[in-house]
């Protein structure tokens, strides 16, 4: 009788530990860091190194959830204000090792995280490479909680800067916060799919997911691969081979395609930041880089934010794919001049 019990409760004991252990790990491995430089664990490669005096982090969203958090405060006496980068699907902090740089040495803070699902944060499959999301409004919570624990308290202005998925989302956070930041920076925004309708997308979707298959890979997706092509992204072969050594280093970054529900949650998400009553919701300046050679969302779209809302800014770059932020020098160095100037006014 005594024996079995206590092997119950020693399988109790077990079950709680590994709980808190995949609770605590993000957090557990910056406590436990002994390395030289404070809370060293941002991935670097040869070729690609993060800038220095960054301050890495782990916040808790919600039980079981954690965001990994990188903050970096400008050196320049001429400060301009605190930039919170919102990333697009797949990606993750190091990705924007060269653009922080830049930024810093404008005079900006950075703050920047990896959403739910991806990069190191908490991923939500136990396939982890599926890109996948029940709803957006769950991304926007995750906005919310790096806005309060590590953003609010950086010094004024704050301004926003998303890219992709994450210029979509910073379009929904301006929707629902219209007076928190003083300027805000669309890259490619994600509206809309490139060739896919976000009406055709959505109906896709539900009926993938009536067949049980809402956590499957698209039509035509997979899992990660390593290689990957340039052509989507960027005409700087030079830069895109630099961001990707980093996944010989850290495997996990690594991300597959999108799932049939984070499809229906995207569709749900841009249909309704489109709506002419949530896009009049805006009262923060807006700039909209759109990539005019954007093979991932549709730039088309785009013209029609500054039309139902004149305090949009929509600048087409012809030419440009759909990371301006690690095109060519001609684009790259436009956007950043722009953005500078859009941000300092």
Same mark, same amino acid.
């Given at each position: ?49 993060? *800038?220095? @005096? ?8 919600? #039980?079981? &959830?954690? $965001?990994?958090? =990188? ?125 896919? *309708?976000? @009406? ?8 993938? #997911?009536? &067949?049980? $298959?809402?956590? =499957? ?129």
């Amino acid at each position: 009788m005594y024996t079995s019990f206590g092997i119950v409760l020693l399988l109790f004991a077990g079950i709680i530990a590994i709980n808190f252990s995949r609770r605590s790990s993000l957090k557990q491995a910056l406590r436990l860091d002994t390395t030289p430089e404070y809370k060293k664990r941002l991935v670097e490669s040869d070729s690609y190194k993060a *800038p220095p @005096g960054y301050i890495l982090d782990a916040i808790t969203v919600e #039980k079981d &959830l954690e $965001l990994r958090t =990188a903050t970096w405060i400008t050196p320049k006496k001429e400060f301009k204000g605190s930039i919170l980068i919102l990333t697009g699907r797949g990606e993750f902090i190091e990705k924007y090792y060269e653009t922080i740089r830049d930024l810093l040495e404008l005079g900006y803070n950075i703050v920047i995280f990896d959403w739910r699902g991806q990069g190191l944060s908490s991923r939500l499959l136990v396939n982890k490479e599926k890109g996948f999301v029940v709803n957006f409004d769950h991304f926007l919570e995750d906005a919310q909680a790096v806005y309060t624990q590590k953003m609010a308290d950086l010094p004024h202005p704050h301004h926003l800067l998303g890219h992709s998925m994450g210029g979509h989302l910073a379009l929904r956070e301006l929707q629902d916060h219209p007076y928190r930041y003083h300027r805000a920076v669309l890259c490619a925004p994600m509206q809309s799919i490139a060739g896919l *309708p976000s @009406g055709i997308l959505g109906k896709l979707a539900l009926f993938f #997911k009536a &067949l049980g $298959l809402s956590q =499957a890979y698209v039509l035509g997706g997979g899992a990660g691969n390593k290689e990957k092509k340039v052509d989507k992204y960027t005409s700087d072969i030079k830069r895109f081979k630099k961001w990707t050594s980093i996944f010989k280093k850290e495997p996990r970054l690594l991300m597959g395609s999108a799932t049939w529900q984070w499809s229906k949650a995207a569709t749900v998400s841009m249909e309704y930041s489109m709506l002419p009553q949530q896009l009049l919701k805006i009262k923060t300046p807006v700039y909209v880089a759109s990539a005019k050679a954007d093979t991932i969302v549709d730039g088309k779209v785009h013209d029609k934010l500054d039309d139902i809302n004149p305090i949009i800014r929509v600048e087409p770059y012809p030419g440009a794919k759909h990371e301006i932020y690690t095109e060519i020098d001609e684009y790259r160095n436009r956007f950043l001049s722009e953005v500078d100037a859009f941000l300092s006014s």
